[in-house]
């Protein structure tokens, strides 16, 4: 762990811990520094991480303050959404529609219709960190093209006048293929993270599903103790 990860670690979890409450300031850079024993850049760039992720605001000439983001989603840091947009790039390898096989159709509750398949490699920091395969009801966004997958596709789905309600999501540890290390130009056999999403709208219908393969992935969330499930696995 780097000296800026474990600033940034520290901070977030004094913040879930009520050390600073929302709405409080956080001590200045400089005594940040000497608090932490590292230099100012360290500090400015842990602090840059957690602008990223939400958790703090800047207001010019008055300080750094905590928000209330962890009230609001039990996601607390996600090393690929923590960029902003601009920050990534995408490369498209295909777009191209396809029939949904009984499987998908049971996912996306639908019968002999059409699906926009689309696969892209995002590039971060001008490194190959994920490939994504997504699929999209073809009557839902008929015109899907590569000029909206180069951007925010969650961005285009609420452009189309749709509600995204919430996310399903599973992770799974796998090793990288040789098919996947070619795109990733990483070696084989690599340990990666396989993120299975299933997207869904505000009246219950599936507008997504895709699987991500990530390099250097790392998401932490804010869990509450649950006692009732705890007492259960006792018994």
Request: hydrophobic share 35%; aromatic share 10%.
């Amino acid at each position: 762990m780097t000296k800026t990860e474990f600033v940034s670690d520290d901070l977030l979890s004094k913040i879930y811990q009520n050390k600073y409450q929302p709405g409080e300031k956080l001590p200045t850079e400089r005594d940040l520094a000497e608090q932490y024993q590292v230099s100012r850049y360290t500090i400015r760039h842990a602090i840059k991480k957690l602008l990223n992720i939400g958790c703090v605001r800047v207001i010019q000439g008055s300080g750094i303050f905590v928000t209330d983001t962890k009230y609001k989603s039990p996601l607390i840091y996600n090393s690929l959404t923590e960029k902003k947009f601009n920050e990534i790039e995408s490369k498209i390898i295909h777009l191209k529609k396809v029939e949904a096989n009984p499987s998908l159709e049971k996912t996306f509750d639908l019968k002999n219709q059409e699906l926009w398949e689309y696969k892209r490699i995002r590039i971060v920091d001008y490194q190959k960190v994920q490939i994504e395969t997504s699929l999209l009801p073809y009557q839902l966004f008929p015109d899907l093209n590569e000029q909206i997958l180069a951007k925010s596709v969650h961005n285009y789905v609420q452009q189309c006048g749709y509600q995204i309600s919430h996310f399903i999501t599973t992770y799974s540890a796998v090793s990288v293929t040789k098919e996947d290390a070619a795109l990733l130009n990483c070696k084989k056999g690599l340990p990666a993270m396989k993120i299975m999403n299933r997207g869904i709208l505000s009246d219950g219908r599936v507008f997504e599903y895709s699987e991500l393969i990530n390099l250097d992935y790392t998401v932490s969330y804010f869990t509450p103790f649950n006692s009732h499930n705890h007492q259960q696995r006792l018994e």
